[in-house]
């Protein structure tokens, strides 16, 4: 079993939806939560960070985590094409010093205009 | 300022030939780490360097792979008698110390490899 599950979509929704991306974990020691966006054929791009449980937003994007649960989420509000993208969420241990990240498999979006 | 950058931007190599794969990280950044992205796979980790040094090497999926680092800056992947199964995209990442989880890493496009 993998530490990190991301059900790989493809997602389709149309302009303007809310999307919702989800990630499960099974290691308790991940402190560190982050949302990566990849283009086609680009390396992935750090959207969002969180240490913890909690809310973070920035801008159309609300980062959660529910560390209890082990569930992380990534929800875009007024979704655009420009939007349509790969996400990964990413994790790491709060006890390790060197910032490898342990990903989850990614999951394809695609914005319909 | 200028990114990562990784060389080639493709390879199409034998089964049995060996590979090197570059990459340059962005000045300054004293962290490089290398993952790879299969089919379906996600990305995995293979090996961080701080410095010259490289302190995690667990993600190497076998001693057909090795890594070294010089000068603090490029860094190279070397797989010996590729395999069908390393086909895929290895991405190159640098981050400006590496000793927090928390600094940000910034990938390079990555190399996409493919073996016949």
């Known amino acids: 079993q993998k530490e990190v599950e991301q059900d790989p979509g493809p997602l389709s929704v149309p302009e303007g939806a809310i999307v919702s991306l989800n990630c499960t974990y099974s290691?308790?020691?991940?402190?560190?939560f982050m949302w990566y966006r990849q283009y086609s054929r680009k390396g992935p791009e750090l959207l969002m960070y969180?240490?913890?449980?909690g809310n973070k937003e920035d801008g159309r994007f609300t980062a959660q985590v529910d560390k209890s649960s082990k569930y992380i989420s990534l929800f875009i509000r007024d979704s655009q094409p420009s939007d349509s993208a790969t996400y990964l969420c990413a994790m790491s241990r709060g006890s390790s010093n060197t910032g490898k990240l342990i990903f989850g498999q990614g999951t394809t979006l695609q914005v319909k205009p | 300022g200028a990114g990562v950058s990784q060389s080639p931007s493709n390879k199409v190599t034998e089964k049995g030939k060996d590979v090197e794969l570059r990459c340059d990280p962005i000045?300054?950044?004293?962290?490089l780490y290398w993952y790879r992205q299969s089919l379906g796979q996600g990305l995995e980790f293979l090996i961080y360097?701080?410095?010259?040094?490289?302190?995690?090497k667990s993600g190497l999926p076998s001693d057909r792979f090795s890594a070294e680092r010089t000068g603090g800056s490029v860094s190279t992947l070397t797989i010996q008698r590729t395999q069908q199964e390393d086909s895929a995209v290895y991405l190159c990442?640098?981050?400006?110390?590496?000793?927090?989880?928390?600094?940000?890493?910034?990938f390079g496009p990555g190399t996409r490899l493919t073996v016949l």
């Open positions: 290691n308790s020691a991940f402190q560190y």
């Open positions: 000045s300054g950044h004293t962290a």
């Open positions: 990442a640098s981050s400006s110390q590496g000793r927090r989880v928390s600094d940000e890493q910034f």
């Open positions: 969180t240490y913890s449980s």
């Open positions: 360097f701080q410095g010259n040094s490289a302190p995690d």
